[in-house]
């Protein structure tokens, strides 16, 4: 290792590690279905106003790398993130994904009435909630390696953040559960979108459970179009 590597993590030994997970800006979706994995789905007007508002806290402390899922909706604002501090290069993960479940396309209200449960009832070859967790913690795992005692953003989607926090939080990963997240600290009991939920790990030891920190930040209001 060279001297000047060896510094560096010493001096990052004593600093936490910062992963800040977005959830998306909210979708344009005139059909009002659930979109899960289908393409071309982007952000409405507000959406891009939440992106934005969520980049602009995601500043201090500043930022090493910005990740994305692959999905439209997620790099679009991961785009708007990386504007927004330094024009950094955005990174894409399939690790951010949103859940493989074989309910997409259906009419979003039929999902509500499932109580958002995209797991039940689905077969092999999709995903249940331990297969989701099992991925972002994948990434959550290669993130501090190479990153330990820096900060980074990841944008992806609401449940992945939900089963992180349920497993922050030493609670069983259900989806029942995904949707009682105050206990934790989540506003509203579920990722809004557009909200930063932050991993703060005080050091590198592979076992160590992070704390959490959740934002909400409030978008500006547009000027009425005259």
């Known amino acids: 290792m060279s001297p000047a590597r060896g510094r560096r993590r010493s001096e990052s030994a004593g600093t936490p590690t910062r992963i800040s997970l977005v959830r998306h800006g909210r979708v344009h979706n005139p059909g009002q279905v659930f979109y899960g994995r289908l393409p071309a789905f982007g952000l409405s007007p507000s959406g891009r106003d939440e992106a934005r508002a969520a980049a602009a806290i995601l500043s201090a402390p500043p930022l090493a790398a910005v990740f994305s899922s692959p999905l439209l909706r997620a790099r679009q604002t991961a785009t708007e993130v990386s504007r927004c501090n330094g024009a950094l290069r955005l ?3 399939r690790l951010l994904l949103e859940v493989h479940t074989p309910f997409q396309g259906l009419p979003a ?3 509500r009435r499932r109580a ?4 039940t009832g689905a077969g092999p ?10 991925r972002v913690l994948r990434f959550v795992a ?10 980074t953003a990841a944008v992806t989607h609401g449940d992945p953040i939900a089963f992180l926090a ?9 989806p029942a559960n995904k949707l009682g997240l105050a ?9 809004a979108t557009g909200s930063v939920t ?13 704390a959490l920190e959740y934002r909400r930040p409030l978008p500006c209001r547009r000027a009425p179009s005259r």
């Open 91 to 93: 990174r894409v993960s």
């Open 109 to 111: 209200e039929e999902v």
């Open 116 to 119: 958002d449960d995209v797991y």
């Open 125 to 134: 070859g999709f995903e249940q909630p331990a297969d989701v967790l099992a």
């Open 142 to 151: 290669r993130t501090r390696r190479c990153f330990l005692g820096a900060h």
């Open 166 to 174: 349920l497993w922050a939080g030493g609670r069983e990963i259900t």
């Open 183 to 191: 206990p934790l600290g989540i506003e509203g009991g579920y990722p």
């Open 198 to 210: 932050t991993l703060i790990f005080p050091s590198s030891a592979a076992d160590e459970r992070p």
